[in-house]
T-cell receptor, first 118, second 110 residues
């Protein structure tokens, strides 16, 4: 009964380094999302994917790339990390595809990945 | 456009009631509520849709005023387990995405 699994849970990077956050869901959901959470800012959408092979930008996509490898997995890549990307990253999934998911879809979140960029 | 939540923080004694509000500057198609405990993932509470449909936890009560572009979450007879940060997410119909507010931190004490 794993739900949404994110790895790694913690990561420290130096400015300019690259890394990939991995996300996998075992609920056979269609939609997957990457959010970042910063103090006082709430959750902001970085990218989302309606289905395998499709991705779309959210509110704050700059500095990130994503890949929807298959229905289960959705990865987030930082090519050249910057201190402004220090944040907690959450992956989420929804059974319903966009646009319906945004209207009436329950989001299931992973436990988060805490990233610090020095 | 990010919805505005109020209050930003509230402290309650166990058994007291609280109301958390979520306001939008745009017309709303749906409002979603989530609770996040410290260091954990947000957890779904409820969805309220334009037209009156609701889905969510039976013990959670909320309202959706389409005309005022507002939603309120009612926490009655609060328990210690209600502590956490409550987020509303709004869908204004222009895209398939939710936009979340900055959260309301609720602390319930003995």
């Amino acid at each position: 009964n794993a739900g949404v699994t994110q790895t790694p849970k913690f990561q420290v990077l130096k400015t300019g380094q690259s890394m990939t956050l991995q996300c996998a869901q075992d609920m056979n959901h269609n939609s997957m999302y990457w959010y970042r959470q910063d103090p006082g800012m709430g959750l902001r959408l970085i990218y989302y994917s309606a289905s395998e092979g499709t991705t779309d930008k959210g509110e704050v996509p700059n500095g990130y790339n994503v890949s929807r490898l298959n229905k289960r997995e959705f990865s987030l890549r930082l090519e050249s990390a910057a201190p402004s990307q220090t944040s907690v990253y959450f992956c989420a999934s929804s059974e319903l595809p966009p646009p319906i998911s945004g209207l009436r879809g329950e989001l299931f979140f992973g436990e988060g990945s805490r990233l610090t960029v020095l | 456009q990010q919805p505005v939540q109020s209050p930003q923080a509230v402290i309650l004694r166990e058994g007291e009631d609280a109301v958390i509000n979520c306001s939008s500057s745009k017309a709303l198609y749906s409002v979603h509520w989530y609770r996040q405990k410290h260091g954990e993932a947000p957890v779904f509470l409820m969805i309220l849709l334009k037209g009156g449909e609701q889905k969510g936890h039976e013990k959670i009560s909320a309202s959706f005023n389409e005309k005022k572009q507002q939603s309120s979450l009612y926490l009655t007879a609060s328990q210690l387990s209600y502590s956490g940060t409550y987020f509303c997410g709004t869908n204004t119909g222009t895209a398939s995405k939710l936009t979340f507010g900055t959260g309301t931190r609720l602390q319930v004490t003995l």
